[in-house]
């Protein structure tokens, strides 16, 4: 895979990504609703900057992102699926993705340094850290699995 297909790749995914954090925000219920639904629109604001950024670095280089719902569906590794109900089966699931997309852009990295493209790079390495912070705050907030 190329740069920009790569970078097509995860505008697909983050366009999944942002629509599933915006239906958790919709339909998150229970004791944690206020925290959880700031928390979700928080995320998907996030998101929808990253596809922008994303997409604008892809345009830089030469190439054209994908921007139809039928594209992200095609190219997306995320599943836009879902039948998560509770609130812990919410985050869990943006857990999940946070480390999917954590594992795809570490690749990224790679592929856009064999491109010496230092900046596509540097892109991904800020992404990464971010995402990693989520995954460790989401991961928190949790409930402690009982080791046995």
Same mark, same amino acid.
């Given at each position: 895979m190329n740069?920009?297909q790569?970078?097509?790749?995860q =505008?697909?995914?983050?366009?999944?990504?942002y629509?599933k954090l915006h239906?958790f925000?919709w339909y998150?219920?229970?004791p944690?609703f206020?925290?959880?639904h700031e928390k979700f629109e928080?995320? #998907?604001?996030e998101?929808?900057?990253?596809?922008?950024? #994303?997409?604008?670095?892809l345009l830089?280089?030469?190439g054209q992102p994908?921007?139809?719902?039928?594209g992200f569906l095609s190219?997306?590794?995320?599943?836009e699926?879902?039948?998560?109900?509770t609130a812990?089966e919410?985050?869990e699931s943006v857990?999940n993705? #946070?480390?999917?997309?954590?594992?795809?852009?570490?690749?990224?990295?790679?592929i856009?340094?064999?491109a010496?493209?230092?900046?596509?790079?540097d892109?991904? =390495?800020?992404?990464?850290?971010?995402?990693?912070?989520? =995954?460790?705050?989401?991961?928190a907030f949790?409930?402690?699995k009982?080791?046995?």
């Amino acid at each position: 895979m190329n740069l920009e297909q790569f970078l097509n790749q995860q =505008i697909a995914n983050l366009n999944v990504f942002y629509t599933k954090l915006h239906r958790f925000h919709w339909y998150v219920k229970g004791p944690q609703f206020f925290t959880l639904h700031e928390k979700f629109e928080e995320l #998907y604001t996030e998101t929808a900057a990253d596809i922008d950024e #994303y997409a604008e670095r892809l345009l830089a280089i030469g190439g054209q992102p994908v921007a139809t719902l039928k594209g992200f569906l095609s190219l997306a590794t995320l599943s836009e699926e879902g039948n998560e109900q509770t609130a812990h089966e919410m985050i869990e699931s943006v857990v999940n993705d #946070y480390l999917i997309l954590v594992q795809q852009l570490k690749m990224g990295i790679k592929i856009a340094e064999e491109a010496n493209d230092h900046v596509t790079a540097d892109l991904f =390495i800020g992404t990464v850290g971010r995402f990693e912070k989520h =995954i460790w705050m989401l991961n928190a907030f949790l409930p402690v699995k009982e080791l046995v």
